[in-house]
C-alpha cells in the first residue's frame, strides 16, 4: 500500500518482542511510525490497513505467532442496541452531560485518568501504569496531526468521563475512553460509544472504529457486543464478524 508525503517522512521501527499488555501468555510485537503530518483522509486509509494512532505516532500489531488483535468497526445504519445497552441509555440519557470541544489538559484530566488506570491494574490486571505529567498527556491527546474532538462527560458538573474522537471521511473513531471507577456502575464507556454512534448515524456516517478486538482479553471483548459489526481480517479484508 502506498501512501502521501507524510509516508515518506515517517520514522518507522519494530519493538521488541515483549509480553503482551492484552494476553500475557502471548508475545508482541509492535510496529510504529512516526509522522510529521498526517491528513483525516489518510488516517482513514491507514484504519483501513489495519493501523491506529496516538497524536501523532501510528501503530499496528506485527506479533510473530499471535493474530487476535482485529480492528473492529460498527455498521452504524444497522446498528440497534441490545438489552445490556438499552439499560444503560436508560440509566444516562438526561443524567450524563455530554459536552464536544477542543482537547486540553487540566488537573482533573489527569487526575481522572491517573485514578482510571490504578482501578483498571487493581481490578482487571492491566500492567501498572505511572502518574501521567502533562507532557505526555499532550502528546497522546492533545498533539495531533489534525483537529482531533474531545468528549467531557459530566455528573452535576463533575467530570467523570473523557473521550477522544477522530473525526475522519466515512467515519468516527474513538481513540481513547477512560472514567471514574466511582461511576462505573453507570457503564460510562458503553454510554461513550452508544454517543459515538448517536453522532455518526445523525450525520450519515456508515462507520465507527473502536480499535482492536482481542478475543480473550476481557477489557476488549465489550467491542463485539455492538452489532452488527465487522473485523479486519489478516489478508486486509473487512467481514462480517456478529450479527443480530
Not at 491506529?52 to 501510528?58: A, D, I, K, Q, V
Not at 482533573?108 to 490504578?118: F, I, N, T, V
Not at 476488549?220 to 455492538?226: G, I
Request: aromatic fraction near 14%.
Amino acid at each position: 500500500m502506498s501512501y502521501d508525503v507524510s509516508m515518506e517522512t515517517a520514522f518507522r521501527f519494530h519493538t521488541p518482542e515483549h509480553v503482551c499488555g492484552y494476553l500475557p501468555e502471548e508475545t508482541a510485537r509492535l510496529e510504529y511510525a512516526l509522522l510529521k503530518e498526517l491528513a483525516p483522509k489518510e488516517y482513514l486509509q491507514r484504519m483501513l490497513d489495519g493501523w491506529r494512532r496516538f497524536g501523532f505516532s501510528l501503530f499496528r500489531p506485527q506479533c510473530p505467532l499471535c493474530h487476535k488483535c482485529q480492528p473492529i468497526r460498527i455498521v452504524v445504519d444497522q446498528f440497534r442496541p441490545n438489552r445490556s445497552q438499552r439499560r444503560v441509555r436508560k440509566l444516562n440519557e438526561g443524567v450524563m452531560k455530554l459536552r464536544v470541544g477542543r482537547p486540553r489538559c487540566t488537573a482533573a484530566k489527569l487526575e481522572l485518568y491517573d485514578r482510571y488506570h490504578a482501578f483498571q491494574s487493581s481490578a482487571k490486571d492491566w500492567p501498572f501504569h505511572g502518574l501521567k505529567d502533562v507532557a505526555s498527556y499532550r502528546d497522546s491527546f492533545i498533539h495531533n496531526p489534525f483537529p482531533t474532538q474531545e468528549w467531557c462527560y459530566y455528573l452535576d458538573e463533575k467530570l467523570v468521563g473523557v473521550g477522544y474522537v477522530d473525526d475522519v471521511p466515512r467515519g468516527l473513531s474513538a481513540i481513547y475512553f477512560f472514567y471514574d471507577p466511582e461511576h462505573r456502575d453507570c457503564s460510562p464507556g458503553i454510554w461513550n460509544v452508544l454517543q459515538v454512534v448517536e453522532r455518526a448515524a445523525a450525520r450519515g456516517v456508515p462507520h465507527v472504529y473502536l480499535g482492536y478486538y482481542v478475543a480473550g482479553c476481557r477489557s476488549m471483548e465489550y467491542k463485539a457486543t455492538f452489532v452488527p459489526n465487522e473485523v479486519r481480517h489478516p489478508d486486509g479484508e473487512w467481514l462480517p464478524f456478529r450479527s443480530e
